[in-house]
């Protein structure tokens, strides 16, 4: 019903709140000149994740969303199947706890105890379980047009966001054709996909058709974590890693990066191209334009 709603109206289903007191700061600092100035900067809080009684782990992020992270979080470290029934999700503000809870017991302390957590982005992943849920994985067939490649990151750079208020933060867009659909932000790049991945779980919402957008880099996480979700096609304005493009073109996932104005590489899953559109046509990208992309 909701995606339903979207397509009548163009709107997004939810957008950034760059504005919110809760997400920012107003610090007081110095610029080159010796002036004195004042910048927002975002907060970071501490979000404890518990899947029924056992404590999983403990993520910096920016407040927003807890219950979509939390259940995206152990959705894509292979801690929630997709037969699994949640019976609850809550959420305590002054504890800053996140609790899932499930008809299935569970109990992951041995698995959390023998593998490694990456260090990046906020929150580590439990790597070797995320390679092993690749295991024979195909993505669906999905095609993709340059259109909506174009109309899609016009639409999302002008998007009011943190990432434009302040920087230092991550944003990541679930899209549908040339529909931004969800836009999530946190300051780890794979928060933000959590956040997706948790609402996509909660509203039930099919994959296939799915396009995700990042401002982050093309890494392997980040085309594991998409690939685990079932969305085939994966966008960013920033660059790859080798061993990301190879797990992509395992998958069959189509990975586009260095979109900016009418310029983008793809470099995986080109069979699912449509050049519906002229580059010629496409007007090239302002310079002062999303300059803070370099932070991600």
Request: hydrophobic share 35%.
């Amino acid at each position: 019903m909701q995606l339903a709603k979207l397509e009548e109206t163009g709107d997004y289903l939810i957008a950034p709140d760059p504005k919110s007191p809760r997400l920012t700061r107003a610090i007081e600092g110095v610029d080159q000149s010796g002036e004195r100035v004042m910048l927002p900067v975002v907060e970071e809080r501490p979000l404890t994740i518990y899947l029924n009684s056992q404590e999983i782990v403990t993520a910096m992020t920016i407040g927003d969303y807890p219950e979509y992270l939390a259940l995206g979080f152990l959705r894509n470290q292979g801690m929630l199947r997709d037969d699994d029934e949640i019976t609850g999700v809550d959420y305590d503000e002054d504890l800053e706890v996140a609790v899932v809870r499930t008809t299935r017991e569970t109990s992951y302390e041995d698995k959390l105890k023998k593998k490694t957590r990456t260090s990046g982005c906020a929150v580590g992943t439990v790597f070797g379980d995320m390679m092993e849920g690749l295991e024979g994985l195909r993505l669906p067939a999905a095609e993709l047009r340059t259109s909506w490649l174009y109309e899609l990151s016009a639409r999302i750079n002008r998007t009011p966001s943190l990432y434009l208020e302040a920087g230092a933060i991550h944003g990541t867009v679930l899209c549908r054709e040339n529909r931004p659909l969800i836009y999530m932000e946190d300051v780890g790049r794979h928060n933000a996909v959590d956040k997706i991945s948790g609402w996509m779980l909660r509203e039930r919402v099919d994959p296939g058709d799915k396009i995700l957008y990042t401002t982050g880099r093309l890494t392997s996480e980040m085309v594991i974590k998409t690939a685990l979700m079932g969305i085939p096609v994966l966008a960013s304005r920033s660059g790859f890693t080798a061993w990301g493009v190879d797990i992509a073109r395992e998958v069959g996932l189509t990975l586009i990066g260095r979109m900016r104005g009418r310029r983008f590489t793809c470099l995986a899953g080109e069979e699912r191209l449509i050049r519906d559109t002229d580059p010629e046509t496409i007007p090239e990208e302002d310079r002062k334009h999303r300059r803070k992309s370099a932070e991600g």
